[in-house]
């Protein structure tokens, strides 16, 4: 089993990597339900993903409450929170602000696979709106009761786009949320690029279930991750 030192080390190997493939910049997190106890998860303290270290991992409770620790904690933790109480299959979650993503949550286009590796995304990604239940905010999610709205959005899928803010992404582990982060960035790119081309062809639902299987077998997991943690900056950690 994980032990929470292991876990601490992960989630800061996760915040280097997806900082170093542009998923993250100055914002966004990343968490991973605690390895002992499903009542609580491992986030960062208010800190860029860049410069993040095992000892800067906080401990809170699905309430979002930090666990006998004072530091600065994201002020959207309710992203995290709110997914793992909504669904005990979720143990870890990405929160980022991806600009490849972005128009896809302000227009009427939706994402869409159109590439083998975007698969994970699933076929329709929901995109939440903070105005509809909220009115004019500042965008940030940052009540519980927001959470809840933003998980309800997510549905039973991987992915859910947040309206001119970013997107949340969920996986039944670390590596996986990671990867479907750093693809699903990879497939805005790709089919805003496609798209001014003309009419795109997007991957069959059988088709991304068919790759899914490959994407997410071990194999092609721990090779995917040998190669993000060589180009990261890992400092030392
Ligand atoms: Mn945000």
């Not at 993250?24 to 986030?43: C, Q």
């Not at 227009?107 to 590439?115: A, G, K, N, S, Y």
């Amino acid at each position: 089993m994980t032990t929470v030192e292991e876990a601490r080390r992960q989630v800061a190997v996760a915040n280097r990597i997806l900082a170093r493939e542009d998923v993250v910049d100055a914002y966004g997190h990343v968490s991973m339900r605690h390895p002992g106890d499903p009542g609580r998860f491992l986030l960062a303290r208010s800190l860029s993903p860049a410069l993040v270290t095992p000892a800067d991992i906080m401990e809170f409770d699905l309430d979002c409450n930090p666990i006998d620790d004072d530091r600065r904690p994201y002020g959207e933790r309710p992203i995290h929170g709110a997914a793992y109480q909504a669904r005990p299959d979720v143990n870890a979650v990405v929160h980022n602000h991806s600009h490849a993503v972005i128009p896809f949550g302000v227009t009427d286009t939706p994402i869409r696979p159109l590439v083998h590796v975007g698969s994970g995304i699933g076929p329709e990604v929901p995109v939440w709106d903070i105005a509809d239940n909220f009115g004019d905010t500042n965008m940030l999610v940052l009540t519980m009761e927001q959470g809840h709205d933003l998980a309800k959005c997510l549905g039973s899928g991987r992915v859910a786009l947040m309206r001119g803010h970013g997107c949340v992404v969920v996986g039944p582990n670390l590596k996986e949320a990671v990867m479907v982060s750093i693809y699903l960035q990879v497939n805005a790119q790709l089919q805003i690029a496609a798209m001014r081309m003309g009419e795109v062809k997007y991957l069959s639902p059988e088709e991304e279930r068919l790759y899914q299987e490959i994407q997410f077998s071990p194999l092609s997991m721990d090779r995917a991750w040998e190669y993000f943690e060589e180009r990261a900056d890992l400092g030392g950690i």
